[in-house]
């Protein structure tokens, strides 16, 4: 159980795109979900949090007008990436909980390439 | 601020024993997660500690001492395989959950 899949697994943009990457609770319901960044050889930095119909809450330093999140139901949750450039390249990866669970269960990640 | 420590990298044997550590200071404690990650992969859930102690779990055993804001994660029998990154994280007193920087583990033949 608590299965997490996020799509898609690898995405190359051209810088000044915008790309959107899905997450989706296969088995369980998200009232939470996180979206995370991390660059090579660095820990996981936490973008931000979002429950299931209210607006995302962003760590500070992440523009919420560049890293758009949706958590329309309970299942599936967006962050879209406006205007990408090079520097936004890293590995997304979001993870979601359910309720009163408070362990996060991760997806498989997405590796952005902004050239 | 918050803060937890782990080492940044630690080399063993494969066969052999390694204790990772991880101290903590946070504003609360809920509990105490330790995950694995795979380089280029996600991580994955290894456990959780909430009460002092030690929980064991076949090779890998994970302890809490809440006194000592300190927890280590103990891997047994080290095989190739568990060469990756070990990822020790806080449940804060808002239910967040603060993040080390991770222990990356090096497995020599």
């Known amino acids: 159980g608590a299965v997490v899949s996020q799509h898609p697994s690898r995405v190359i943009c051209k810088s000044g795109t915008s790309v959107k990457i899905e997450c989706r609770s296969l088995d369980f319901q998200a009232t939470t979900m996180f979206w995370y960044r991390q660059f090579p050889k660095q820990s996981l930095m936490l973008m931000a949090t979002?429950?299931?119909?209210?607006?995302?809450?962003?760590e500070q330093g992440v523009e919420k007008d560049k890293f758009l999140i949706n958590h329309a139901s309970l299942t599936l949750s967006t962050l879209t990436v406006t205007s990408a450039h090079p520097e936004d390249s890293s590995f997304y990866i979001c993870?979601?909980?359910?309720?009163?669970?408070?362990?996060?269960?991760f997806g498989p990640g997405t590796r952005l390439t902004v050239t | 601020g918050q803060n937890i420590d782990q080492p940044t990298e630690m080399t063993a044997t494969e066969g052999a024993i390694v204790q990772i550590n991880c101290t903590y200071q946070t504003s609360g404690f809920n509990g105490l997660f330790w995950y694995q990650q795979h380089a280029g992969e996600a991580p994955t859930f290894l456990s959780y500690n909430v009460l002092d102690g030690l929980e064991e779990k076949g090779r890998f055993s994970s302890f809490l001492s809440r006194s000592k804001g300190y927890s280590y994660l103990l891997l047994k029998e080290l095989q190739m395989k568990d060469s990756a990154s070990y990822l020790c994280a806080v449940l804060d007193s808002n239910y967040q959950l603060i993040w080390g920087a991770g222990t990356k583990l090096i497995i020599k033949p």
């Open positions: 993870s979601a909980s359910g309720q009163n669970d408070y362990e996060q269960y």
């Open positions: 979002s429950n299931e119909g209210s607006k995302a809450t962003y």
